[in-house]
């Protein structure tokens, strides 16, 4: 699993845990202006269904990338799932 999966499937699991019921929506936009947006719905487990995305013309979302996600109820969350901090030359 990448690292913005496990982002996104570690927040909504925190979500939940703190009360959030489905459906979820996520709204997902990188540096470069791609975008994608999914709602989660109950199911059998927690169903993703893809409402919009970026065109696919093989251009990856670019870190950073900013996650918002929104309750049944208007709850809302944001996380941002930053590039790795250069390392430190000696």
Known sequence: MDELALVIADTIESLLDEGWE????????AANGRTMVARYVAGDGLEAELLAASPKDGVALTLPINLFFVSSRGDARRVVLEAPEPAASE
Do not use: C, E, G, K
């Open 22 to 29: 489905p459906p979820i929506i996520l709204v997902s936009v």
